[in-house]
């Protein structure tokens, strides 16, 4: 299975404080951790929301709202993508992870083609697994 790990941001993260150098390299251990098991697919840290935009879609026209956002614990500031056997895996490695006193991570499984049942038809599935494959080679 694959889950999403998020991390959420915090009022550090939202004022764009860098991390220590100490807590950059217990994360980059921990990412080498996660990559020679086989688990990592991707990740990144993110900049605050200050940077962003959102995209509202309401009415006729899709509405642009600038960054900052409000509910600083509502916001993502980095995040995951790990292949694993279950849940309780995720559980494990998330535990192991190097993070500040407070700090929060948010574990979601990531849909996988039988989740979608009947309504997932051959051609939607060929269509996926068509655009899976000029992925891949982009990467």
Do not use: Y
Not at 109 to 136: K, N
Request: aromatic letters at 8%; glycine letters at 8%.
């Amino acid at each position: 299975m694959k889950v999403l790990v998020f991390v959420k941001a915090n009022e550090d993260t939202e004022a764009g404080v860098m991390p220590s150098t100490e807590l950059l390299a217990a994360m980059g251990n921990f990412n080498e951790e996660l990559v020679k098991a086989g688990i990592m697919l991707a990740g990144e840290g993110l900049h605050p929301s200050s940077k962003g935009k959102r995209v509202q879609f309401t009415g006729k026209a899709p509405r642009v709202i600038d960054g900052p956002f409000a509910e600083t614990k509502e916001l993502i500031a980095g995040f995951w993508i790990w292949r694993v056997k279950s849940m309780d895996e995720a559980l494990d490695w998330a535990r192991r992870c190097p993070m500040l006193d407070g700090d929060v991570l948010e574990i979601r499984p990531v849909f996988e083609a039988e989740d979608f049942g009947e309504a997932f038809t051959p051609e939607l599935r060929a269509q996926e697994e068509r655009l899976m494959a000029e992925l891949a080679k982009k990467t």
